[in-house]
T-cell receptor, first 114, second 110 residues
Framework: DTGVSQDPRHKITKRGQNVTFRCDPI?????LYWYRQTLGQGPEFLTYFQNEAQLEKSRLLSDRFSAERPKGSFSTLEIQRTEQGDSAMYLC????????????FGEGSRLTVL | GEDVEQSLFLSVREGDSSVINCTYTDSSSTYLYWYKQEPGAGLQLLTYIFSNMDMKQDQRLTVLLNKKDKHLSLRIADTQTGDSAIYFCAERTGGQNFVFGPGTRLSVLP
């Protein structure tokens, strides 16, 4: 079963360092989403791709965050100059572009910024 | 703006029914979803309902939608200890964004 996979599962870094997360969606899914989840909260939308095009970005996505999906398959989320407030679980999800279009989530990449 | 609210905690006894409630704000939502998150695991879709439906039943799960009041509920019949998890309500807005509630932590007592 090839569900959504994320790598690494856990990243510990020092403040000011750059980190990159990778997401491999379900192969036939052309939509890919990034969410952030902090303790006790629901997932918060960061950005979304349709194939390789980044179609929507949240106001939460500061200029230190960049996401790519170069060939419309896997995606990367990079955070530059990490801050302690970036500590969170970063979730990737994919979906088909037809109704009901439900999201299939990976297990997430947990970022801890010291 | 878009907002989804849920009560944060619910505790029930094994074998009882659980009812988890959710309110949302975007009247243009086309679909509403319930996701389950177990410790250390990703979110898993439980069920969804199209906005022109009032009710959907799927085995032990019953979803009720009151579109006028923007209220969604999830009923779990014969709740088991394996149902202990966090349950998230989510709406799909006019765009492609999904807005999630804060989650309701369900504890099932033996």
């Amino acid at each position: 079963d090839t569900g959504v996979s994320q790598d690494p599962r856990h990243k510990i870094t020092k403040r000011g360092q750059n980190v990159t997360f990778r997401c491999d969606p379900i192969s036939e899914h052309n939509r890919l989403y990034w969410y952030r989840q902090t303790l006790g909260q629901g997932p918060e939308f960061l950005t979304y791709f349709q194939n390789e095009a980044q179609l929507e970005k949240s106001r939460l996505l500061s200029d230190r965050f960049s996401a790519e999906r170069p060939k419309g398959s896997f995606s990367t989320l990079e955070i530059q100059r990490t801050e302690q407030g970036d500590s969170a679980m970063y979730l990737c999800a994919s979906s088909l572009d037809r109704a009901p279009g439900e999201l299939f989530f990976g297990e997430g990449s947990r970022l801890t910024v010291l | 703006g878009e907002d989804v609210e849920q009560s944060l905690f619910l505790s029930v006894r094994e074998g009882d029914s659980s009812v988890i409630n959710c309110t949302y704000t975007d009247s243009s939502s086309t679909y509403l979803y319930w996701y389950k998150q177990e410790p250390g695991a990703g979110l898993q879709l439980l069920t969804y309902i199209f906005s022109n439906m009032d009710m959907k039943q799927d085995q032990r799960l019953t979803v009720l939608l009151n579109k006028k009041d923007k209220h969604l509920s999830l009923r779990i019949a014969d709740t088991q200890t394996g149902d202990s998890a966090i349950y998230f309500c989510a709406e799909r807005t006019g765009g492609q964004n999904f807005v999630f509630g804060p989650g309701t932590r369900l504890s099932v007592l033996p």
